[in-house]
């Protein structure tokens, strides 16, 4: 089945975003993430794949329960064609396989299914948090077109380029997934200054891209930033704008205030209370609109519980 996104924010007061899958793998006993494509490849044994199927499965009954809308992702993050060749796939369907695993698990909801939406997930090719690694423009529209038409074959529902530190490669990047006549959505990650981690002005991030990418993206997310953190990139009087706050439409947050720097170098799990987290994320929709809100880094079942709990309150 395919689910329009689009229709989707369209309709919808609010959508419940996933909360995080890759580290919630990473702390799992007897689940060994690969170097090059992460979690992509755990479909292909036993426990992987009951291990993916237990986290999103979480989530898909919490939205179930409360009677809100889903966006989940596919297990894609890291899966671009270089990455998979590297980890000895190539002969794999990855791309494909990873989406065909969330449609069925989508399909067991009966009814409920058709509430949820099911993105292609990429990102950057080098470190989310170095901005310096992005490609430029041009290198990232070949680099990524790979990846994208293979989600775009595979039936996703629409794209979403996630964790993006930099406005060459996500103009590159979109560009890629707009070639593919898909929706698609482009995350970045924000600094509390209203800016790209490489500096650039969120609203002169989505200017670039909105009148270089044809058609240009649905809408836009921040990602891995915390709610304070992205309320404030937001207001910010300077970087941001009404445009900005019209084009953002939602946060997937996660649990830690850190500036991306600190929260890379962290070797412990760096969280806050589930009913902090609801409170504050909850609030970006009675404050600012947002649509969209879910999880990232710190993220499990309970922020997500806590969470869906408040928007379907109001």
Same mark, same amino acid.
């Given at each position: 089945?395919?689910?329009?996104?689009?229709?989707?924010?369209?309709?919808?007061?609010?959508? =419940?975003?996933?909360? $995080?899958?890759?580290?919630?793998?990473?702390?799992?006993?007897?689940?060994?993430?690969?170097?090059?494509?992460?979690?992509? &490849?755990?479909?292909?044994?036993?426990? +992987?794949?009951?291990?993916?199927?237990?986290?999103?499965?979480?989530?898909?009954?919490?939205?179930?329960?409360?009677?809100?809308?889903? =966006?989940?992702?596919?297990?894609?993050?890291?899966?671009?064609?270089?990455?998979?060749? @590297? &980890?000895?796939?190539?002969?794999?369907?990855?791309?494909?396989?990873?989406?065909?695993?969330?449609? *069925?698990?989508?399909?067991?909801?009966?009814?409920?299914?058709?509430?949820?939406?099911?993105? +292609?997930?990429?990102?950057?090719?080098?470190? @989310?948090?170095?901005?310096?690694?992005?490609?430029?423009?041009?290198?990232?529209? $070949?680099?990524?077109?790979? *990846?994208?038409?293979? %989600?775009?074959?595979?039936?996703?529902?629409?794209?979403? &380029?996630?964790?993006?530190?930099? =406005?060459?490669? &996500? =103009?590159?990047?979109?560009?890629?997934?707009?070639?593919?006549?898909?929706?698609?959505?482009?995350?970045?990650?924000?600094?509390?200054?209203?800016?790209?981690?490489?500096?650039?002005?969120?609203?002169?991030?989505?200017?670039?891209?909105?009148?270089?990418?044809?058609?240009?993206?649905?809408?836009?997310?921040?990602?891995?930033?915390? #709610?304070?953190?992205?309320?404030?990139?937001?207001?910010? +009087?300077?970087?941001?704008?009404?445009?900005?706050?019209?084009?953002?439409?939602?946060?997937?947050?996660?649990?830690?205030? %850190?500036?991306?720097?600190?929260?890379?170098?962290?070797?412990?799990?760096?969280?806050?209370?589930?009913?902090?987290?609801?409170?504050?994320? #909850?609030?970006?929709?009675?404050?600012?609109?947002?649509?969209?809100?879910? +999880?990232?880094?710190?993220?499990?079942?309970?922020?997500?519980?806590? %969470? #869906?709990?408040?928007? @379907?309150?109001?």
């Amino acid at each position: 089945m395919r689910v329009s996104f689009a229709e989707m924010l369209k309709r919808s007061p609010v959508i =419940l975003g996933e909360g $995080a899958v890759i580290e919630r793998l990473r702390r799992a006993a007897g689940i060994e993430l690969d170097e090059h494509v992460v979690n992509s &490849a755990l479909i292909y044994s036993k426990e +992987g794949r009951t291990a993916l199927e237990g986290i999103c499965g979480q989530y898909l009954e919490i939205g179930r329960s409360h009677g809100l809308p889903l =966006l989940l992702s596919t297990p894609t993050w890291r899966a671009g064609q270089e990455r998979i060749v @590297a &980890a000895g796939l190539a002969g794999r369907d990855l791309n494909g396989d990873n989406f065909r695993f969330l449609d *069925q698990l989508r399909a067991g909801y009966g009814e409920y299914a058709s509430q949820v939406a099911i993105c +292609g997930l990429m990102s950057c090719k080098g470190d @989310a948090y170095k901005p310096e690694e992005a490609l430029a423009t041009a290198e990232a529209r $070949a680099f990524h077109a790979w *990846q994208a038409n293979a %989600l775009a074959a595979a039936g996703v529902d629409f794209l979403l &380029a996630s964790t993006l530190p930099a =406005l060459s490669e &996500a =103009l590159g990047l979109a560009q890629a997934q707009a070639a593919t006549g898909l929706d698609y959505m482009v995350s970045f990650v924000a600094r509390p200054e209203g800016t790209l981690l490489d500096g650039t002005p969120l609203k002169d991030a989505i200017a670039a891209i909105d009148a270089q990418a044809s058609p240009r993206p649905l809408a836009y997310l921040i990602n891995c930033t915390h #709610a304070s953190i992205f309320r404030r990139a937001l207001l910010h +009087g300077d970087n941001s704008s009404p445009y900005v706050r019209e084009r953002v439409v939602g946060l997937l947050a996660n649990t830690a205030s %850190l500036s991306p720097e600190e929260l890379n170098e962290s070797v412990e799990l760096v969280e806050e209370a589930p009913e902090v987290f609801g409170s504050m994320v #909850a609030g970006l929709h009675r404050e600012l609109g947002m649509k969209v809100l879910g +999880g990232c880094c710190g993220t499990d079942d309970r922020h997500i519980n806590c %969470l #869906a709990e408040m928007l @379907a309150q109001r």
